[in-house]
């Protein structure tokens, strides 16, 4: 079955140290593939998408993913979490051909002190 | 950045009630969507439209209805809430083609008592 699978439900890192999220999908084609953050009592917003190219993909708010076909994934890092990385992450991939989004579970980064 | 606005944020009300939750965005785009999500679960389509007077079913079946008279505006109706469709519904939409992210508004909180 076609699926997004974030493995972590949630993550704790010290501010200031390194995050990576992890990211992976089952679909036959490569699908396009997306990272959305949601703070508290908020919406969505886009961190970043990949269609095709580069697989190192830059974004906003210091975040970038890297897309390897081999593995199916798509992880998130960043290299020096700050407090207001805080939130709820999620990936979302479009099936080639589709435009609706498949979202994973999500991974709930808390950031100590 | 797209511009999306739902109404209202919050809502409780009773069993039985017709709820009609708000959406509209002002940048013209032509296709919109209707997510519900349970706390810290992921994201899950209900309703999707491509445009004026194309309404769609998503992957989860829900009791609710939409319509779509005019571009920049997305309703969803229930017409007798229950307590079990307590959750979050998140709107959003996007334009272009596959690759154009879906942006998101904030969200309505709905709590059926």
């Known amino acids: 079955a076609q699926s997004v699978t974030q493995p972590d439900i949630h993550i704790t890192v010290s501010e200031g140290a390194s995050l990576e999220l992890r990211c992976n999908y089952s679909y036959g084609a490569t699908p396009y593939l997306f990272w959305y953050v949601q703070s508290p009592g908020q919406g969505l917003q886009l961190l970043l998408k990949y269609f095709s190219g580069d697989t190192l993909v830059q974004g906003i708010k210091g975040f970038e993913a890297e897309f390897k076909r081999s593995q199916s994934s798509f992880n998130l890092r960043k290299p020096s979490v700050h407090w207001s990385d805080a939130a709820e992450y999620f990936c979302?991939?479009?099936?080639?051909?589709?435009?609706?989004?498949?979202f994973g579970t999500g991974t709930r980064l808390l950031v100590s002190p | 950045e797209a511009d999306i606005y739902q109404t209202p944020r919050y809502l409780v009300i009773g069993t039985g009630k017709k709820i009609t939750l708000e959406c509209s965005q002002t940048m013209g785009h032509d296709k919109m969507y209707w997510y519900q999500q349970d706390p810290g679960m992921e994201l899950h389509l209900i309703h999707y439209?491509?445009?004026?007077?194309?309404?769609e079913k998503g992957d989860l079946s829900s009791e609710s209805t939409v319509s779509r008279i005019r571009t920049e505006h997305f309703p969803l109706t229930l017409e007798s809430a229950r307590p079990s469709h307590t959750s979050q519904y998140l709107c959003a939409s996007s334009d272009g083609g596959l690759n154009q992210p879906q942006h998101f508004g904030d969200g309505t909180r709905l709590s059926i008592l």
């Open positions: 979302a991939v479009a099936p080639e051909g589709f435009q609706k989004l498949v």
């Open positions: 439209s491509y445009g004026v007077n194309s309404t």
